[in-house]
Every structure is written in structure tokens, then in C-alpha cells.
């Protein structure tokens, strides 16, 4: 399992890619403001989030 956090123009958003037998599933948060995308990220990599 992958996790990307992704950047442009003042919005952000949290992919998930994850490796299956029958390929790769990916997952995407909505596109966020900066400051509720970075506390989603914060409680992702703490284990607080999934």
C-alpha cells in the first residue's frame, strides 16, 4: 500500500495505490484545502486515520 499526497495550485489531495493480484486499485480523496489535507496526512501517518 502507497499513499501520495498530492499538490497543486493551493488544493491537495491523498491517493492510496494498492497492488492486487488482479492489478493495481486506486483510491483518491476530493480535492481539499491545503490546511484540512495536511491534517488528514498528519492523522494518516500517525495510524489515526485510514
Not at 499538490?7 to 488482479?22: E, H, M
Not at 483518491?28 to 485510514?50: N, S, V
Amino acid at each position: 500500500m502507497v499513499y501520495e499526497l498530492c499538490v497543486s495550485g493551493g488544493l491537495v489531495f491523498i491517493r492510496r495505490t494498492v497492488r492486487k493480484p488482479a492489478g493495481l486499485s486506486v483510491r483518491e480523496t476530493e480535492w481539499l484545502l491545503t490546511a484540512r489535507a495536511m491534517e488528514l496526512w498528519r492523522r494518516l501517518l500517525a495510524g489515526q486515520a485510514r
